[in-house]
């Protein structure tokens, strides 16, 4: 389940490796291992019942999906969501099957609360430890470029800045002169790309690079051929790189392969799994809320004149147009082809209205709009459609954002970029944090984003 939780998008699949053998292990075995640790605690025998649970458990959590080149705040927060959502997934499953009554609820607990702490520990020795190990004899591949441009620097400095790849950058192949080429910094130049394929041989290397233009193709072609007297394994980093990849990874169409450079998240599985957490965390939610939406709705009601609730034209997915309901919070009701934002101290705004704004109690009908299917708990906030016509044309990659279906919440707001957009340097922002969610989507991550919001909502100074 972990790995489901969290695809970190990707073009390339590295090969077997030390790192990706202990990052595909080391989660679901720590697991199990805090698991049988807490029923021995209790005097527990591990019975029948408990390697069950444990099966279950590794099952649900291999492969690990936690990467070590990750920053640490990552990785602490992946793992406490990765944790939540196994938690309730199992538990309910538990609680629906009645299988949780053949463990003493003492020894779940201490597992639930104990197992995070013990992930985020091993995470840490792992990070201490397998550089030293990787160090250690042959452990590291030997790995070279061929083309000394943007997309190979970029590769070679992820090979010298990254120990958990496992591989010793050696130097670059390209045939222009010096003073054509970037500056490599202290990165070795090894000679022209007819020398490659004897290099290779002589130095036993185990991996080639190509990131050479799509315009040379003969050249490549030829290189092929030259390598084809080697047993290096070769990739290709194409230079289609030069563009922001959203969910960027190979597909084929009747078996002919095909590269996406732009797609949405949530195909095959994930569509569903990302619909199905909408809808009954929708349901779950307005069941709570009820009473609080009828006192908002007699607060609107009773503040000023007008209906209560708002409705906005606003771009859905694929960018057609849906209507988005809020509660009213102002005097007036813009939908038109202009729409000013609202502003601090704006005078629109009625005096229960910047309550319900500050607290954002005024976006909870949208959760009927989750029901509905036009919209999503967390997503790229939408913009209403006045404002997209607008910033479609200044800010790039604005219309990418609309790939998914919009949020009651997202990673922008959770980031400090909620409320007045009023430059376009506050709305770029916006949209790089937009994003970097389609890039790196999870049910970890949206649970994230929730849990941040929940956080926010009483102190947050943005909204108004």
Same mark, same amino acid.
């Given at each position: 389940?972990?790995?489901?939780?969290?695809?970190?998008?990707?073009?390339?699949?590295?090969?077997?490796?030390?790192?990706?053998?202990?990052?595909?292990?080391?989660?679901?075995?720590?697991?199990?291992?805090?698991?049988?640790?807490?029923?021995?605690?209790?005097?527990?025998?591990?019975?029948?019942?408990?390697?069950?649970?444990?099966?279950?458990?590794?099952?649900?959590?291999?492969?690990?999906?936690?990467?070590?080149?990750?920053?640490?705040?990552?990785?602490?927060?992946?793992?406490?969501?990765?944790?939540?959502?196994?938690?309730?997934?199992?538990?309910?499953?538990?609680?629906?099957?009645?299988?949780?009554?053949?463990?003493?609820?003492?020894?779940?607990?201490?597992?639930?609360?104990?197992?995070?702490?013990?992930?985020?520990?091993? %995470?840490?020795?792992?990070?201490?430890?397998?550089?030293?190990?990787?160090?250690?004899?042959?452990? %590291?591949?030997?790995?070279?470029?061929?083309?000394?441009?943007?997309?190979?620097?970029?590769?070679?400095?992820?090979?010298?800045?990254?120990?958990?790849?496992?591989?010793?950058?050696?130097?670059?192949?390209?045939?222009?002169?010096?003073?054509?080429?970037?500056?490599?910094?202290?990165?070795?130049?090894?000679?022209?790309?007819?020398?490659?394929?004897?290099?290779?041989?002589?130095?036993?290397?185990?991996?080639?690079?190509?990131?050479?233009?799509?315009?040379? %193709?003969?050249?490549?072609?030829?290189?092929?051929?030259?390598?084809?007297?080697?047993?290096?394994?070769?990739?290709?980093?194409?230079?289609?790189?030069?563009?922001?990849?959203?969910?960027?990874?190979?597909?084929?169409?009747?078996?002919?392969?095909?590269?996406?450079?732009?797609?949405?998240?949530?195909?095959?599985?994930?569509?569903?799994?990302?619909?199905?957490?909408?809808?009954?965390?929708?349901?779950?939610?307005?069941?709570?809320?009820?009473?609080?939406?009828?006192?908002?709705?007699?607060?609107?009601?009773?503040?000023?004149?007008?209906?209560?609730?708002?409705?906005?034209?606003?771009?859905?997915?694929?960018?057609?147009?849906?209507?988005?309901?809020?509660?009213?919070?102002?005097?007036?009701?813009?939908?038109?082809?202009?729409?000013?934002?609202?502003?601090?101290?704006?005078?629109?705004?009625?005096?229960?209205?910047?309550?319900?704004?500050?607290?954002?109690?005024?976006?909870?009908?949208?959760?009927?709009?989750?029901?509905?299917?036009?919209?999503?708990?967390?997503?790229?906030?939408?913009?209403?459609?006045?404002?997209?016509?607008?910033?479609?044309?200044?800010?790039?990659?604005?219309?990418?954002?609309?790939?998914?279906?919009?949020?009651?919440?997202?990673?922008?707001?959770?980031?400090?970029?909620?409320?007045?957009?009023?430059?376009?340097?506050?709305?770029?922002?916006?949209?790089?944090?937009?994003?970097?969610?389609?890039?790196?989507?999870?049910?970890?991550?949206?649970?994230?984003?929730?849990?941040?919001?929940?956080?926010?909502?009483?102190?947050?100074?943005?909204?108004?």
């Amino acid at each position: 389940m972990f790995a489901a939780l969290d695809k970190h998008p990707g073009f390339f699949r590295t090969s077997f490796t030390l790192t990706g053998f202990v990052e595909s292990f080391l989660d679901p075995l720590v697991v199990i291992g805090v698991l049988f640790a807490c029923a021995l605690a209790f005097g527990e025998r591990v019975a029948a019942p408990y390697v069950i649970l444990g099966l279950l458990s590794f099952s649900l959590t291999f492969p690990g999906n936690i990467h070590f080149h990750e920053p640490l705040r990552r990785m602490v927060r992946k793992t406490i969501t990765n944790w939540l959502l196994f938690v309730v997934i199992l538990g309910g499953f538990g609680y629906a099957s009645g299988y949780l009554s053949f463990f003493p609820e003492p020894v779940l607990m201490l597992w639930a609360s104990m197992t995070p702490l013990a992930l985020i520990g091993g %995470q840490l020795l792992a990070r201490m430890v397998l550089p030293r190990v990787i160090a250690i004899g042959n452990n %590291q591949r030997l790995a070279v470029v061929a083309g000394l441009n943007d997309m190979g620097l970029g590769v070679a400095q992820q090979f010298v800045a990254n120990p958990y790849l496992s591989t010793r950058f050696l130097g670059f192949f390209d045939d222009r002169s010096r003073d054509r080429l970037p500056d490599p910094g202290n990165l070795p130049m090894l000679g022209g790309l007819g020398q490659l394929a004897e290099y290779v041989k002589q130095h036993h290397v185990e991996a080639i690079y190509l990131a050479l233009p799509m315009a040379t %193709q003969p050249r490549i072609l030829r290189l092929l051929d030259d390598l084809k007297d080697t047993t290096a394994s070769i990739y290709f980093v194409p230079d289609i790189f030069v563009t922001d990849l959203i969910q960027g990874r190979m597909d084929n169409v009747g078996g002919m392969p095909v590269v996406a450079v732009c797609e949405t998240p949530f195909t095959g599985l994930n569509g569903v799994a990302k619909r199905l957490s909408d809808v009954l965390l929708s349901i779950l939610i307005l069941i709570l809320i009820s009473p609080v939406m009828l006192a908002v709705a007699a607060g609107v009601k009773l503040s000023s004149p007008g209906p209560v609730i708002f409705k906005q034209r606003r771009y859905g997915l694929d960018g057609k147009e849906i209507v988005v309901y809020k509660f009213r919070s102002m005097t007036t009701c813009d939908d038109g082809a202009v729409v000013r934002q609202a502003s601090r101290n704006d005078k629109r705004i009625t005096p229960f209205g910047a309550f319900i704004r500050r607290t954002s109690l005024d976006e909870l009908p949208q959760f009927f709009n989750v029901l509905q299917g036009r919209m999503s708990i967390v997503g790229p906030r939408p913009h209403a459609v006045a404002h997209n016509e607008t910033y479609r044309k200044l800010v790039k990659g604005y219309m990418v954002r609309h790939k998914v279906k919009p949020g009651i919440t997202g990673w922008a707001q959770v980031n400090g970029y909620r409320g007045e957009t009023e430059t376009i340097d506050k709305m770029e922002k916006r949209i790089e944090y937009d994003l970097e969610y389609l890039r790196n989507w999870s049910l970890a991550m949206d649970l994230w984003i929730v849990i941040k919001t929940a956080l926010l909502v009483i102190k947050d100074r943005q909204a108004y």
